[in-house]
Each structure stands twice: as structure tokens, then as C-alpha cells.
């Protein structure tokens, strides 16, 4: 088990920027991936960018060139830096884990933050 912690978010204006935190429990290095999904009102929870263990990322299509992730194992906290953002980013971000042991996959989820942007 683990506790993730969302913390960042807030009221933004187009083109402004935001750094999401999310802070683990315990070691984030024992978990095969950390990432970001956002889910809008009326919308499915979607992917926004991920990290593996061994620091390989993948960012979906949309926030390509604006957001970067990264990861501190050493405070076990991953951040996404959104720059440029849209209003088309306003939704709940929600950090998550992955541990895969033995064929299962284990997903971990924080409360989530809210990110809205708008003027």
C-alpha cells in the first residue's frame, strides 16, 4: 500500500504555468511507473504523462512540449511542470503508480488536485 498526496493545483490563466507535486508514502523506486492522468467533467480519466523506474516518459499527444514529468527518489515525489497551459487542461490530475508483481498489475491513486484555466 501507499499514500499519494496531490498538491499544486489551483486558478491559472491561458498561457500561465502550474507545478503539480505528488508525494508518496514510502519509496517511489519500488513502483515500476509513476504518472499523471486528468479527467474533465464528462470525460474519462486519461493519461497525461508517465515515468518508469528507469526514467523512460511518455506524454500524451495533447500536452507534448508543454508538460514535463519527473521523479525525486530520493523525497519519493513526482512533479508535472505544465507550461502553456490551455484552457482544454482544466480538469481533476491525479498522481498514480504502478506496481506490477507476478502478471498483476497494482494501481495506486491520489484524491486529486484541481487545475483550472481560465481568464
Known amino acids: 500500500q501507499v499514500q499519494l498526496v496531490e498538491s499544486g493545483g489551483g486558478l491559472v490563466q491561458p498561457g500561465g504555468s502550474l507545478r503539480l507535486s505528488c508525494a508518496a508514502s514510502?519509496?517511489?523506486?519500488?513502483?515500476?511507473?509513476m504518472g499523471w492522468y486528468r479527467q474533465a467533467p464528462g470525460k474519462e480519466r486519461e493519461l497525461v504523462a508517465r515515468?518508469?523506474?528507469?526514467?523512460?516518459?511518455d506524454y500524451a499527444d495533447s500536452v507534448k512540449g508543454r508538460f514535463t514529468i519527473s521523479r525525486d527518489n530520493a523525497k519519493n515525489t513526482v512533479s508535472l511542470q505544465m507550461n502553456s497551459l490551455k484552457s482544454e487542461d482544466t480538469a481533476v490530475y491525479y498522481c498514480?503508480?504502478?506496481?506490477?508483481?507476478?502478471?498483476?498489475?497494482?494501481?495506486?491513486w491520489g484524491q486529486g488536485t484541481q487545475v483550472t484555466v481560465s481568464s
Open positions: 498514480n503508480a504502478v506496481k506490477v508483481v507476478a502478471w498483476s498489475e497494482f494501481d495506486y
Open positions: 515515468i518508469t523506474s528507469g526514467g523512460s516518459t
Open positions: 514510502r519509496s517511489i523506486s519500488t513502483f515500476n511507473a
